[in-house]
């Protein structure tokens, strides 16, 4: 049968309550038949204590209807008494029909060998040769003075072991078709009186209402349960996909959320989840186990796939393990965890990602029964559910790790351009270069510090640096210039012209000055070589105060940066070249220049006075003097004379 939706659980069950109020309705209509029956029968003068019989009879019947509604033997026991008393019947009975055989429900004043002889003969099918079966049939009160006599009356075995000469039958229809009758009888033949026998077509028609009020109701409980169970599923359900969104980056509590309503709802005495990474199950998740107990199951885990544990067998099989009694299961294998665990039965659900088992849910029960259809369902929909989170936090991972990498990366490209600007912006000084690389070497790589060095061929020059101390700084400037020695990092890398990463200063067998990275402050470095065509003419360094490994990630950033470093030294070395060379050019032209005009102003001019002008102004412009002079010897007077002058 289909899992109904809660909307149509609701709709059935509001269906079934209208049913109950008919009945009810048909009941109390019943009642006033019967109050109108007793007044009739006090006005034609019935004996009081007869009627108060009647009376009584009716209003317990009828009190047993209203007040036990989910149970109509006890109505059929009520009624099958006081149809015999005031039928004045030696016994009687109240049998049902379920549509293909007649079966006893409740007889009254038999002795033990009448009432076996009557079961013994039931149930019966529905014919003439019984007086039950016949007014099946006919639908109709069927009467027989004496059984003896009758033609078709075939029962005489059973009849005279129960003592059965005259008899009435009662069909107890429910909308025109048989669901019973109710049966009384005397040992000696005779006829029972009208009265008698509206009697007990009154006590059919109460029989009828209690059956129906019973079945009504327990339909109705029925479906309320199913309705409170359907509830419950779904609350868990949404408890359950409630923890998934609360939870993108951790499967733990949905597995606990999971194994805790796995308990509750199929009614588990423990419940665990286990997950499987393609060849090992692990122990994930546990509900309601003892914790000696637990550590009896987390010894058996990890465990591989196979027949001998229901969670292993699941796995191998792709399929649901249900196994009722596992005394009973020759495959099983963990004997001693069964004791341990105190439980009998199991039920184990693979968790099935694109038909791949990535893990298990189990649940136990303390006794050997087997685990309903229902709990089967509910159980698979908690282990789509686990899937569901799985894939979740591996695709949040996923993408997680995916914008880290695209922030890093972006963090890096942004500190390349702004490395490159201040490259651009700085063409005859190298040192605002030095100071950003270090800068943003520190911020991605995680670093404690950076420094860069220069290195000249024979000495390291402490160059730039971030985030030291003042005391590291001072230390620093006191080793610094050092000459070339595999003992420090940055000497290794120029000597190698390679990178060099030192995960432990304390534990590096070549590192001889731990004096100053104690006095620094770091266990572990990475230094990049700064080559300008293969040949080393600095480093840059990134320190942690922690012992580790730099990523290559980052290795590739400090390469970056190290060429980077090389581009400013090298724009800067060629932007002095061309400017040293561009002011001796221009002196040059300017003296060539000046050499022209004095040969214009010579050859243009026989004035020795104009000649010796033109000569001091160029001469005083080229040589950017304040002033100039030209003095004439005279070796006669050995005296010095003025001759022309500038400024």
């Not at 019935?46 to 109505?75: C, F, K, M, N």
């Not at 008698?196 to 009504?216: C, M, W």
């Not at 040969?599 to 010796?612: C, F, G, H, K």
Request: one cysteine or more; a negative charge.
């Amino acid at each position: 049968m289909p899992r109904l939706t809660r909307a149509q659980l609701l709709a059935e069950v509001e269906a079934l309550r209208i049913s109950l109020a008919k009945e009810e309705a048909r009941r109390r209509r019943l009642e006033r038949k019967l109050a109108r029956e007793l007044g009739r029968r006090e006005h034609a003068g019935d004996a009081p204590a007869e009627t108060q019989a009647y009376d009584d009879a009716v209003g317990e019947i009828l009190r047993l209807i209203t007040s036990s509604p989910g149970d109509a033997q006890l109505v059929c026991e009520a009624i099958a008494r006081h149809a015999r008393t005031l039928c004045q019947a030696a016994s009687s009975a109240v049998v049902s029909f379920d549509g293909e055989w007649i079966r006893i429900t409740a007889m009254d004043h038999l002795t033990p060998e009448s009432e076996e002889a009557a079961r013994r003969a039931y149930p019966l099918p529905p014919d003439r040769g019984s007086a039950s079966g016949r007014a099946v049939l006919t639908r109709q009160v069927v009467h027989i003075t004496d059984t003896r006599r009758d033609p078709e009356y075939d029962q005489g075995d059973m009849a005279r072991a129960i003592g059965n000469r005259s008899i009435v039958s009662a069909p107890m229809l429910r909308r025109g078709e048989p669901v019973g009758c109710i049966n009384v009888w005397r040992p000696e033949a005779g006829p029972f009186s009208d009265r008698q026998i509206a009697l007990l077509v009154t006590f059919a028609e109460q029989a009828v209402i209690a059956i129906e009020n019973a079945r009504l109701f327990q339909e109705l409980q029925a479906r309320n349960a199913e309705l409170t169970e359907s509830l419950a599923q779904q609350t868990a359900t949404g408890e359950i996909l409630r923890v998934i969104s609360g939870s993108p980056t951790q499967v733990q509590p949905v597995f606990d959320t999971i194994t805790r309503n796995a308990v509750e709802l199929c009614g588990a005495a423990s419940s665990l989840l286990t997950t499987f990474d393609g060849e090992l199950l692990h122990l994930a998740a546990l509900s309601n186990v003892r914790p000696g107990v637990a550590e009896s199951l987390r010894r058996v885990y990890p465990m591989r796939p196979g027949r001998g544990a229901g969670g292993a067998r699941a796995i191998l099989t792709r399929a649901v393990v249900h196994i009722p009694d596992l005394r009973e299961d020759p495959e099983y294998a963990l004997r001693d965890l069964v004791q341990a665990l105190d439980f009998r039965s199991i039920l184990a659900v693979p968790m099935l990602r694109e038909g791949e088992p990535i893990g298990t849910i189990n649940v136990h029960k303390v006794e050997p029964e087997p685990f309903p259809d229902s709990q089967i369902a509910l159980l698979k929909t908690f282990a789509d559910q686990a899937v569901i989170a799985i894939e979740n936090v591996r695709l949040f991972k996923e993408l997680d790790g995916r914008n880290r990498d695209l922030t890093v990366a972006l963090e890096q490209q942004t500190a390349t351009a702004e490395i490159l600007r201040v490259i651009s912006s700085s063409p005859t000084d190298v040192q605002p270069v030095f100071d950003t690389i270090v800068r943003s070497a520190v911020r991605l790589c995680d670093g404690l510090f950076s420094a860069l060095f220069r290195f000249d061929g024979e000495l390291i020059h402490h160059a730039a640096q971030h985030n030291y101390t003042p005391e590291a700084l001072e230390a620093v400037h006191r080793a610094y210039p050092m000459r070339l020695t595999r003992a420090l990092g940055s000497g290794r890398a120029i000597l190698e012209r390679a990178v060099v990463q030192i995960p432990d200063v304390e534990l590096d067998p070549e590192h001889q000055h731990q004096a100053l990275s104690r006095a620094i402050g770091f266990r572990s470095g990475l230094f990049v070589p700064m080559l300008r065509e293969g040949a080393p003419i600095g480093v840059i360094m990134v320190a942690r105060a922690e012992p580790g490994s730099f990523s290559d990630n980052e290795i590739g950033l400090l390469k970056t940066f190290a060429d980077q470093a090389v581009i400013a030294i090298e724009n800067v070395r060629l932007f002095k070249e061309l400017q040293a060379r561009t002011t001796e050019l221009t002196r040059s032209v300017e003296q060539l220049t000046a050499l022209g005009e004095v040969s214009r102003a010579v050859s243009s001019t026989l004035d020795v006075e104009t000649v010796l002008d033109t000569i001091v102004s160029r001469a005083s412009q080229l040589a950017g003097g304040a002033s100039c002079s030209i003095y004439e010897y005279d070796e006669a007077t050995q005296q010095f004379a003025l001759r022309a002058s500038h400024n």
